[in-house]
């Protein structure tokens, strides 16, 4: 017997079989609880408190090359501005039915701005990032600082900045974002504001300010002590990211610990002021896959993202497989054992999760099976 069944341990109280007479009181008896707002746990439990977690939402993949090209028509059918707000097509789970969730926390969405389009300023508490697979020519402005936007690169835009796009480039251009919208939608904590129509800061420079004053590693201005919920930090460069990944399987290469198991790289981005999350409710990562390394497989309470940023892999889920190439993203429910393995020439992957909501309130859970 498996004592972490509920179909073994958790058997409904046994009541005898009801006589005619019995059946109509206890049908009667349930339509009243209807009428009053009532539900009996006994008829629930084993979906309201499961063993473990039991999500509604299923793993899924999105092929790059569909979400590229039906964003493009997007681009040529609907117009960017007041209102609509952002040109952003929410990557929605099978198994959560109608909203626009990648996970119960989480938004995923691809965004596109055409050349010469300007995505007006406004704010939300929703803390929100974006990470950019190709192209460059936008500037992000948050709170008045104009952020660049290039491959590789890892930006913030957290709750309650005021923050607009605009494309100064001859080429469109295409990007992920990840917001904690469900979550904040699904706890009624949200607020939102219209800024400015214009951008605040519409210069195009090499280096946000808030790189400039606080993107050296290990370093921060004495100006500002404090620990500070989100990160300040912009925008994270992906030189920096890179040449972290890198030096990670160097070391390996010349016995060195470092990585995360063997032709695993990982690094987290973080907020300097605490060393911890770069905000809140969404943990960053960047994993690199030396060709045909596999990862350790995991359960996790929470929900993760990849995006695939180079190379090619392959995806185990649950039950599911999934063949991923440049571009395409691939979700992995709540405590659906995952582990994913590199192609021939390896692979880059970008990774957000809502870890940190559950690790603040001490909810967190992982398990390896392998015990390794
Ligand atoms: O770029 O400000 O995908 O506010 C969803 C909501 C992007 C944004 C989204 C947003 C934005
Ligand atoms: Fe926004």
Same mark, same amino acid.
């Given at each position: 017997?498996?004592?972490?069944?509920?179909?073994?341990?958790?058997?409904?109280?046994?009541?005898?079989?009801?006589?005619?007479?019995?059946?109509?009181? *206890?049908?009667?008896?349930?339509?009243?609880?209807?009428?009053?707002?009532?539900?009996?746990?006994?008829?629930?439990?084993?979906?309201?408190?499961? =063993?473990? #977690?039991?999500?509604?939402?299923?793993?899924?993949?999105?092929?790059?090359?569909?979400?590229? $090209?039906?964003?493009?028509? %997007?681009?040529? *059918?609907?117009?960017?501005?007041?209102?609509?707000?952002?040109?952003?097509?929410?990557?929605?789970?099978?198994?959560?039915?109608? #909203?626009?969730?990648?996970?119960?926390?989480?938004? /995923?969405?691809?965004?596109?701005?055409?050349?010469?389009?300007?995505?007006?300023?406004?704010?939300? $508490?929703?803390?929100?990032?974006?990470?950019?697979?190709?192209?460059?020519?936008?500037?992000?402005?948050?709170?008045?600082?104009?952020?660049?936007?290039?491959?590789?690169?890892?930006?913030?835009?957290?709750?309650?900045?005021?923050?607009?796009?605009? =494309?100064?480039?001859?080429?469109?251009?295409?990007?992920?974002?990840?917001?904690?919208?469900?979550?904040?939608?699904?706890?009624? +904590?949200? &607020?939102? !504001?219209?800024?400015? !129509?214009?951008?605040?800061?519409? $210069?195009?420079?090499?280096?946000?300010?808030?790189?400039?004053?606080?993107?050296?590693?290990?370093?921060?201005?004495?100006?500002?002590?404090?620990?500070?919920?989100?990160?300040?930090?912009?925008?994270?460069?992906?030189?920096?990211?890179?040449?972290? *990944? %890198? !030096?990670?399987? /160097?070391?390996?290469?010349?016995?060195?610990?470092?990585?995360? %198991?063997?032709?695993?790289?990982?690094?987290?981005?973080? =907020?300097?002021?605490?060393?911890?999350?770069?905000?809140?409710?969404?943990?960053?990562? &960047?994993?690199?896959?030396?060709?045909?390394?596999?990862?350790?497989?995991?359960?996790?309470?929470?929900?993760?993202?990849?995006?695939?940023?180079?190379?090619?892999? +392959?995806? &185990?889920?649950?039950?599911?497989?999934?063949? *991923?190439?440049?571009?395409?993203?691939?979700?992995?429910?709540?405590?659906?054992?995952?582990?994913?393995?590199?192609? $021939?020439?390896?692979?880059?992957?970008?990774?957000? %999760?809502?870890?940190?909501?559950?690790?603040?309130?001490?909810? =967190?859970?992982? &398990?390896?099976? !392998?015990?390794?």
């Amino acid at each position: 017997m498996n004592e972490n069944d509920y179909s073994t341990t958790h058997v409904a109280p046994q009541v005898p079989e009801p006589t005619p007479e019995e059946e109509r009181e *206890l049908n009667a008896m349930y339509d009243r609880m209807e009428q009053l707002h009532l539900k009996p746990l006994w008829r629930q439990i084993g979906n309201l408190m499961p =063993n473990h #977690p039991e999500p509604d939402a299923v793993a899924h993949r999105w092929d790059w090359e569909e979400l590229y $090209s039906i964003a493009q028509r %997007s681009g040529e *059918l609907v117009p960017v501005g007041r209102g609509g707000e952002r040109r952003a097509l929410g990557l929605a789970n099978p198994g959560l039915g109608g #909203p626009t969730y990648i996970a119960p926390t989480l938004w /995923a969405a691809i965004q596109y701005l055409a050349p010469g389009e300007n995505a007006p300023e406004h704010r939300h $508490s929703q803390n929100a990032f974006r990470f950019v697979i190709e192209g460059e020519g936008v500037w992000t402005v948050v709170n008045g600082d104009a952020v660049p936007m290039r491959r590789g690169d890892f930006l913030l835009t957290p709750g309650w900045a005021y923050h607009g796009h605009h =494309n100064i480039a001859t080429e469109p251009m295409a990007w992920l974002d990840g917001l904690d919208i469900p979550f904040a939608r699904q706890m009624d +904590t949200g &607020f939102f !504001e219209y800024g400015t !129509e214009r951008l605040t800061d519409e $210069s195009t420079p090499e280096h946000s300010r808030s790189e400039r004053l606080w993107a050296h590693p290990g370093l921060r201005p004495v100006a500002y002590p404090g620990a500070r919920a989100a990160s300040p930090i912009g925008r994270y460069a992906w030189e920096f990211t890179d040449r972290a *990944l %890198s !030096e990670q399987l /160097a070391l390996e290469d010349a016995g060195f610990p470092g990585v995360v %198991s063997p032709g695993h790289a990982a690094i987290r981005f973080t =907020n300097p002021t605490t060393g911890s999350d770069v905000m809140p409710t969404i943990r960053a990562e &960047f994993h690199r896959l030396r060709p045909d390394a596999v990862t350790k497989t995991l359960h996790e309470v929470g929900n993760r993202v990849f995006q695939v940023f180079e190379g090619s892999a +392959t995806a &185990f889920i649950g039950e599911k497989t999934f063949e *991923l190439k440049r571009g395409d993203v691939v979700n992995v429910p709540s405590w659906k054992p995952w582990h994913i393995a590199a192609g $021939s020439e390896g692979a880059d992957l970008f990774c957000f %999760s809502d870890h940190p909501i559950f690790e603040k309130l001490d909810l =967190n859970r992982t &398990f390896n099976p !392998e015990g390794i």
